[in-house]
């Protein structure tokens, strides 16, 4: 039986009570047949705006032909080789996100990459090497290692990242939890300097907390943690699988504040939307403490994965989508506040292309929006309560951003009507 013939079986949104897929998700009732650019189109016919980009994996949108062409010539020579082996495109793959993401951290231009798929296992990899720069390095005894983390953080769903979730739907349920993680307020400097003792190896951060509702923190917070991390000997680590490759307004959210982190993690944008990639980027010195056996990826790496990348780097090497994001950015967040001014929105935050936005709990959940949206031709995801999140494509047209932010006003102002 062809993938045709099972689709043609089991119909395009199958959930009656055989529905072989399981209820990890609770989906809006639309279902994707194809994609370009800023818009999908549903099994129906129906078109609709994409303003979540896959949670920034779409930074460029649907089907962005550089990434198409690099992927469909890779698919004709070489898709996987493991690490057992080299291949042609790996070391050049390093060498190009290396020049692009290592001169904005501390690891500078001679930094290091570490390649994996998803962002939980960037999120993991970096832990792991903390952990062992600690032990190998800083001299923290066996076992002790401690990390420092934000309340409201998202880094993943693995086991031990959800230890230091305080997200119950995400965390309870999967214990016993991951020992070695303190968790303090999001954006308190003070608090972070009061988790830190010899014990501890790093602080790992979102730069803009996404899964909490793009939560942008004070001004000198970031700098702060600069200082004190590097007093205190301590590695900093900024998690940009969401916030960076160009979604900000910059390469990495962190430059928003003039902030260099020791490693960051990257995903999400750096497959385009086509594959998931993934990687660590950093100082050479704490990376090495990896050596041959001690961590790896069947898939890590491989030439599909690197040909899209190297092409998602090439289109971030020329500056373009960081600038489309700032200018249109300047567009998004002036609408957006008019709607607060307006009283149709209670607040809203973000930095360039990216936006969270608080419905009045009076007028409806993150999830009434969501639905007043699709039906207007807009597809975006409600996050927690009366909270959603916006994140078009970065390669949106003016036009197409106009249309969105005119369907969202239509939403508001008929939930501020109906309640």
């Known amino acids: 039986m062809t993938a045709q013939d099972v689709r043609a079986v089991a ?10 897929l399981a209820h990890n998700y609770h989906p809006l ?11 999908v189109t549903d099994v129906d016919g129906h078109r609709y ?18 990434l198409l062409a690099a992927a469909t010539a890779q698919l004709g020579r070489v898709t996987l080789t493991s690490r057992a082996f080299d291949h042609d495109l790996l070391h050049p793959f390093a060498a190009a996100l290396a020049a692009l993401v290592g001169p904005l951290t501390t690891g500078g231009p001679d930094s290091l990459v570490l390649p994996m798929n998803t962002g939980a296992e960037a999120v993991e990899t970096a832990i792991k090497t903390a952990r062992k720069w600690g032990y190998d390095v800083k001299g923290v005894r066996p076992g002790e290692a401690t990390i420092v983390v934000g309340s409201g953080n998202f880094h993943g769903r693995t086991t031990t990242i959800v230890s230091f979730s305080d997200d119950e739907d995400a965390r309870r349920g999967f214990d016993p939890y991951t020992p070695g993680f303190r968790v303090v307020p999001y954006g308190d400097v003070d608090a972070v300097a009061a988790a830190i003792d010899d014990t501890t190896v790093a602080v790992l951060l979102e730069p803009v907390q996404g899964e909490s509702g793009v939560i942008v923190p004070p001004e000198d917070y970031w700098p702060r943690l600069r200082t004190l991390t590097a007093e205190r000997d301590v590695l900093l680590v900024a998690d940009e699988i969401q916030s960076g490759l160009g979604r900000a307004g910059t390469t990495l959210a962190v430059e928003t504040w003039g902030v260099r982190p020791d490693l960051v993690t990257l995903g999400k944008a750096l497959g385009g939307g086509i594959l998931p990639v993934s990687a660590v ?12 056996g001690t961590h790896g990826s069947t898939f890590g790496g491989n030439p599909l994965a690197c040909a899209v990348a190297l092409a998602v780097v090439d289109l971030l ?14 567009v998004f967040h002036g609408r957006l506040t008019g709607f607060v001014d307006a009283g ?3 607040d809203v935050r973000g930095l360039g292309l990216w936006a969270g936005l608080d419905l009045d709990p009076a007028r409806g959940t993150g999830r009434d929006l969501c639905e007043a949206l699709l039906a207007r031709g ?5 996050t927690h309560g009366s909270t959603i999140r916006l994140a078009p494509p970065l390669t949106i047209s003016t036009d197409d951003l106009e249309t969105g932010l005119s369907a969202l006003e239509d939403a508001l102002t008929a939930l501020a009507r109906d309640r």
Do not use: M
């Open 29 to 39: 009732p639309v279902t994707v047949a194809t994609a370009e650019g800023s818009w």
């Open 344 to 346: 149709l929105l209670d």
């Open 378 to 382: 807009v597809l975006a995801k409600d």
């Open 49 to 66: 705006l994409d303003f979540l980009a896959g949670y920034s994996a779409l930074n460029f949108g649907h089907r962005h032909p550089a």
């Open 317 to 330: 090497a020329t500056g373009e989508p960081q600038r489309r994001a700032r200018e249109l950015g300047a």
């Open 11 to 20: 119909g395009p949104a199958d959930e009656g009570p055989h529905d072989a």
């Open 281 to 292: 980027v950093g100082r050479r010195d704490v990376l090495e403490v990896l050596t041959p």
